[in-house]
């Protein structure tokens, strides 16, 4: 565990300003990574907010690779933030500090308030993540704006009607209407919320139920997914030529977190050696070129030779030169028979832009590729993340674009249903759209915020 504080640098110290002032609380990675990208589209503005930070689980390095302060400690925690999923994860928590972590957090977020208030500044918070920042923003006693990125209506309903569910455990999900419970609606109706940013337009439409000041502006997930190889440096001009001689694409992303993304790959790998042999099938639904890439978006965390020694163990032999125009010298290429494997960190946008289905063990990577209208097949494992509970919640948030399967070799016939079917992928394409929402949520929540928060003082 390390501590963090940087409060208040020198450089930094809080002064009578007619500029906003604004507080950021967030709790994970990926909560950190989405308020970033409002606050990089915040200080493109005009007259910018003056902007702090506060990460409520890690330490915060998006926030500290942008040159945000930080006003309080931070620590990274045993469960690295996965609580929610594990009541021993809380456990060991809990034995680790969080409870004076949290108390002490608290508390500086307070502080931060009030010495806005004494200095006559325009202040507010932005909680990004679920209800423990929207919580703390309560507390702060400022004015407040909440980007709810945990929780989606598609968890519990579609544009239908509620989905069937198998235990009462699972019903009381939605006991009062919506997937966001009476206490956090009500943190959310409060005068001093002047805005909730949703994560999809189904779940707006339930919270206006409430009187929620609920806008439906789009993902941030979605943004900042831009290949830096243009797409028609890969696909031909003509369509029809392009689909005849183009490769297959097939996504594999694994996670992010070790050790779960290297058991991870050892699965996603079996599900690629049991669709190699189903192309040698005379039926074979590959295009007529014959070839196939399988373009691992590896995260730059993990340690690559670990991961291509799993794939040389199943026939795979390295290989001199990039089928795809990627810009990855580092990248690692293997051949088998008619097929690329491609493992890189630099491309991640690539491979999801590219892919023209996924095999999938991850939590946003395959949120994101899905909401580029493409489908994913994955496959349960052991967690803690991407474990059978979590695969199966994330089946539901993403409809019909995720497709469950409980072994690795039951993917090449999942592949083969998709591609034998076209009229599905439509849908699909539709559905991930809708269901994720299209790109540029960052800049219109940052132009919401200036509107609400920029032309008053907080009383």
């Not at 993403?398 to 034998?420: D, H």
Request: proline fraction near 6%.
């Amino acid at each position: 565990m390390s501590d963090v504080s940087r409060l208040y640098p020198t450089s930094n110290s809080p002064t009578r300003t007619s500029r906003l002032q604004l507080l950021v609380l967030s709790n994970g990675h990926g909560e950190d990574i989405i308020a970033v990208r409002i606050l990089q589209e915040l200080l493109q503005q005009a007259n910018p907010a003056d902007i702090y930070a506060l990460p409520l689980v890690g330490e915060g390095r998006a926030y500290q690779n942008l040159n945000i302060p930080l006003i309080g400690a931070v620590r990274t925690m045993p469960s690295g933030g996965f609580i929610y999923m594990d009541s021993r994860q809380l456990a060991r928590d809990v034995r680790g500090g969080l409870l004076q972590l949290t108390w002490s957090q608290i508390q500086a977020t307070r502080r931060w308030v009030s010495s806005q208030k004494k200095l006559g500044n325009k202040h507010a918070v932005l909680a990004v993540g679920d209800i423990v920042p929207l919580l703390f923003a309560y507390i702060s006693g400022a004015n407040y704006a909440f980007v709810g990125t945990a929780k989606s209506e598609y968890y519990v309903r579609d544009e239908v009607g509620l989905l069937p569910r198998k235990s009462k455990a699972a019903r009381w999900e939605n006991f009062s209407g919506s997937i966001y419970h009476p206490w956090e609606r009500w943190l959310m109706s409060r005068r001093r919320c002047r805005a909730v940013f949703p994560r999809d337009g189904l779940t707006t439409q339930i919270l206006k139920n409430w009187s929620i000041p609920a806008v439906d502006v789009g993902n941030p997930m979605m943004d900042g997914l831009e290949p830096r190889v243009s797409p028609q440096l890969f696909y031909m001009a003509n369509a029809r030529y392009q689909e005849m001689d183009r490769p297959l694409v097939i996504t594999l992303l694994p996670g992010s977190r070790e050790p779960e993304a290297y058991n991870n790959w050892r699965v996603i790998m079996t599900a690629v050696s049991a669709l190699m042999a189903s192309f040698q099938e005379r039926d074979t639904f590959l295009p007529n070129s014959g070839s196939v890439v399988f373009m691992g978006a590896i995260a730059p965390g993990l340690d690559l030779n670990t991961l291509a020694q799993t794939v040389q163990s199943q026939g795979w032999r390295t290989h001199p030169d990039l089928p795809l125009p990627l810009q990855d010298g580092d990248a690692l290429i293997f051949k088998q028979r008619n097929a690329h494997l491609v493992l890189t960190q630099q491309s991640y946008n690539e491979c999801l832009h590219w892919g023209d289905v996924a095999i999938a063990m991850a939590g946003t990577a395959t949120e994101q590729f899905i909401g580029l209208g493409k489908p994913a097949i994955a496959m349960p494992g052991e967690g803690p993340q991407y474990n059978p509970g979590f695969a199966e919640a994330q089946s539901r948030l993403l409809g019909l674009s995720l497709i469950l399967v409980e072994e690795p070799v039951q993917v090449a016939q999942a592949v083969r249903s998709l591609f034998t079917n076209p009229d599905s992928l439509h849908i699909i394409r539709e559905n991930g759209v809708r269901r994720m929402g299209k790109p540029g949520a960052a800049g219109r929540i940052a132009d919401y915020l200036v509107e609400k928060f920029g032309h008053y003082i907080n009383s």
